[in-house]
């Protein structure tokens, strides 16, 4: 493996954790708001996890511009400059949004206020994350004194945008759904876990047909990517498996006569992420933003690049003990998942 | 305004706001271990208390302060994509050692606030201790990347292209020990300042029982003591730092002590304005000698003037003005402390009046941070690439600028709002110190 490749791989990783983690992340904080007077009991289990977890989930985010910045300098310049205005909105809802989890916690006489706040803008910012996509696939960037530009006139008015979007809000909500459901049945409240479990039901279908429905309203000059993505059709016939498997798992019997094998649903649906957006991701290369920039001639130098790899490997190696007493003390531990 | 004139307030505004919680999220978590450990030691259960209120505290400010964290680092790249070019080939790492460092401190502030109850006391102050060193570590990585601009090193530039780039030497560049040692001592005096602060607020309230007044006391006096200790280790590595401008950064000391004619047995000036026209400084007080000393520890060290650099490489001499603030205030808030505790100890009595030291300390880092950025200009990276080579091309700056401007006075204005609430809602209560998050409801 090459340099290049293995830094995009790496990336790759992380965007990938990002996505899921996030999704969770934001879904959980929507769903709080959704039922926090409708049904208590759900929204408190999304609050369960969301209370420890979100900072950690932030630093997720970060470390994905980092490893960017790092790894493909020469793409952070062109990314800086065409995403100005889109991932400025991003960092002013999210600056918003846990700022207002913060204060809805310690405020009472507020809080519903407050947790639509967060709960709204939580919604928000995964539709915009997305958006990066059919930027990155190029047909709205036009150049202007020898720098991109992004033409938002063109962007908003497209319907691929619009596709990207939905498609990122319902992916966010059936993952963080299916992940509350499976969360809900840990901390034993079965009830929570089946009225989560019915959302993601509903929604699965709908991530997925919105999937498909983005790739079909592709500009003419994202087009060929569609071609490419048909290259990889074994990777995204395995997704859709996986996702079968995963969906079907949620009418599976368990044995003390619970419905759905929720630990199976979740681990095949990240599965089924996985596959299909390293589909799309093989579908991608070389282009981190089509025509002008390949992960080539956007990547840092070799010396750098090698004490980066011993910095991840080393920060890596100190830190799992960390994760692994989080993972238990917060997803595990039934002294914190069962209080009332 | 022109875009680079743009993107420097954007830039600036969204650090100044940061740099308020920035700060007291280094500063407050190192004073919780105090409280902590102290509790452990003299088996007070008031400084259990006060280790979980300051929580409490830092829990809110941390909301702001990690998305705003998180902000200020994707906007380098959103608003400097020349200069993060540059950063990403050269000195990448500390920002990478930095996300480690992130990692730590957010995943055992959620072990000390949400798993206390469940933890050995000694695990509890463990996970205390890691979300400090972790806040520390994150300070110092930043300021690494603060002092390789100042002096960079590690890598040569032709043509604006990067060559010979040694990643570990522009890490341990020249200037990273002076600068790091005091923006953490600054943090720390700060911390320790902004809760001395309420305490001396508290304190100035009436009808406040005998047992909450012997409480505040002991905030008030492990906040004095520590931040007065500290600034006067501040002062000291404030001085090495200035001695470190002397060696690496001659005109940004020229600027910052008005000085524009070269020679040995300089004086010190102190207030006053320097006026480009006359290349002289006007109204200071000037002390014979004292700068040459400074700079250099003996009086016949030679101080480079503003004179022998080209005009359109001075800095803005407005940071004259700048210096003198940080310097003034570091000076006063050292003798406010010690007179405080000298008068406690002679009288047994402490006056509440210096509630201004945290206020007082959050201006001096404002002034210190604008003092070391302007003083750079016109460079990015020192003499190496300019501001206006940094900057981005891209359009919409001014609305940008406008809409996140109005959105950190809004900040600012709720979380101060939210946290005058939320410690009057929930007094201090002494019946028994139940785990860290022992109020009823989780964050």
Redesign the interface.
């Known amino acids: 493996m090459s340099d290049t490749q293995l830094a995009i791989t790496i990336l790759w990783c992380f965007i990938f954790i990002y996505s899921i983690a996030g999704s969770i992340d934001f879904g959980a904080g929507f769903w709080s708001m959704v039922f926090s007077r409708r049904n208590p009991h759900a929204a408190d289990i999304a609050?369960?996890f969301l209370?420890?977890?979100w900072?950690?989930t932030?630093?997720f985010?970060?470390?994905l511009?980092?490893?960017?910045?790092?790894?493909?300098?020469?793409a952070?310049?062109?990314?800086?400059?065409?995403?100005?205005?889109p991932?400025?909105l991003v960092?002013?809802l999210?600056?918003?949004?846990?700022?207002f989890?913060?204060?809805s916690?310690?405020?009472?006489?507020h809080e519903l206020a407050l947790r639509i706040v967060s709960g709204v803008t939580g919604l928000l910012i995964p539709g915009l994350l997305v958006s990066v996509l059919p930027i990155s696939l190029g047909g709205f960037i036009h150049m202007s004194?020898g720098?991109p530009?992004l033409e938002f006139g063109k962007l908003l008015t497209s319907a691929t945008l619009y596709a990207h979007v939905g498609f990122g809000i319902l992916t966010e909500l059936f993952l963080s759904a299916l992940f509350l459901s499976d969360y809900g049945r840990e901390a034993g409240d079965e009830q929570v876990s089946q009225h989560y479990r019915s959302i993601a039901v509903v929604l699965g279908p709908l991530a997925l047909a919105m999937a498909v429905l983005a790739t079909f309203t592709m500009v003419p000059e994202a087009l060929w990517i569609v071609a490419r993505m048909q290259e990889q059709s074994l990777w995204f016939l395995l997704s859709v498996v996986a996702f079968a498997i995963g969906y079907d798992a949620l009418w599976i019997r368990r044995k003390n006569g619970r419905k759905g094998w929720l630990r199976l649903s979740v681990v095949a649906v990240i599965l089924q992420f996985a596959l299909a957006s390293y589909a799309y991701g093989r579908a991608h290369m070389p282009y981190i933003v089509h025509p002008d920039l390949t992960v080539e001639a956007g990547f840092?130098?070799h010396?750098?690049f090698v004490?980066?790899l011993w910095?991840?490997g080393f920060?890596t190696v100190?830190?799992l003990p960390?994760?692994i007493?989080?993972w238990w003390?917060?997803l595990k531990?039934k002294?914190?998942l069962r209080t009332k | 305004m022109d875009n680079v004139m743009l993107a420097r307030s954007l830039f600036g505004s969204s650090m100044a706001f940061h740099i308020i919680f920035a700060t007291l999220g280094v500063g407050i978590p190192f004073m919780i271990v105090i409280a902590e450990i102290l509790y452990q030691v003299k088996k007070d259960k008031d400084y259990a208390t006060l280790a979980k209120r300051w929580t409490k505290g830092l829990a809110i400010l941390l909301g702001v302060a990690i998305p705003s964290g998180t902000l200020v680092g994707v906007m380098l790249s959103l608003l400097w994509p020349g200069f993060m070019e540059i950063v990403g080939q050269v000195i990448a790492l500390p920002f990478q050692i930095e996300i480690w460092a992130f990692f730590l401190e957010a995943l055992f502030m959620s072990i000390y606030v949400y798993a206390a109850d469940r933890l050995p006391p000694t695990l509890r102050i463990l996970s205390v201790i890691f979300v400090a060193i972790g806040s520390s570590m994150s300070a110092v990585l930043i300021t690494d990347a603060h002092a390789w601009m100042n002096t960079p090193s590690g890598f040569r530039m032709e043509n604006g292209r990067v060559f010979d780039v040694h990643p570990w030497a522009a890490v341990f560049n020249p200037s990273l020990p002076t600068t790091a040692m005091h923006v953490l001592l600054s943090a720390y005096m700060t911390g320790a300042f902004a809760v001395a602060s309420v305490a001396a607020y508290k304190l100035l309230k009436r009808g406040s029982s005998e047992r909450e007044r012997s409480y505040h006391q002991k905030s008030l006096f492990l906040g004095l003591l520590i931040g007065g200790i500290i600034s006067l280790m501040t002062a000291l590595s404030g001085h090495e730092t200035a001695q470190m401008l002397h060696e690496h950064q001659p005109e940004k000391l020229a600027a910052a002590e008005g000085l524009f004619e070269t020679q040995a047995y300089a004086p010190l000036a102190i207030g006053g304005v320097s006026d480009k026209e006359t290349r002289s400084i006007k109204g200071a007080i000037e002390i014979p000698w004292a700068l040459s000393f400074l700079a250099g520890n003996r009086f016949d060290t030679v101080v480079k003037g503003l004179n022998d650099f080209p005009e359109d490489q001075w800095p803005p001499l407005i940071i004259h003005t700048l210096f003198n603030v940080m310097v003034g205030i570091g000076t006063l808030l050292i003798l406010a402390s010690a007179f405080t505790i000298g008068l406690r100890l002679l009288t047994k009595r402490p006056y509440p009046r210096w509630l201004l030291a945290g206020p007082l300390s959050m201006i001096g880092i404002e002034t210190g941070w604008v003092f070391s950025c302007t003083g750079r200009q016109p460079w990015t990276i020192y003499h190496m690439q300019t501001t206006a080579s940094a900057a981005t091309k891209a359009q919409h700056l001014g609305s940008l600028f406008v809409l996140f401007l109005g959105l950190y006075v809004f900040l600012l204005i709720v979380t101060a709002v939210v946290m005058y609430y939320y410690f009057k809602r929930h007094p201090v209560t002494f019946d028994g110190v139940e785990g860290v998050n022992g109020e009823g409801r989780s964050l």
């Open positions: 609050n369960r209370s420890p977890s900072e950690v932030n630093v985010l970060v470390l511009v980092v490893a960017l910045v790092g790894f493909f300098p020469r952070a310049y062109v990314l800086g400059t065409l995403l100005l205005v991932v400025s960092l002013v999210l600056l918003f949004r846990s700022a989890i913060v204060y916690y310690s405020v009472q006489k004194q720098f530009q840092t130098n010396s750098m004490s980066l910095g991840y920060g100190i830190l960390a994760f007493l989080f003390l917060f531990d002294r914190y």
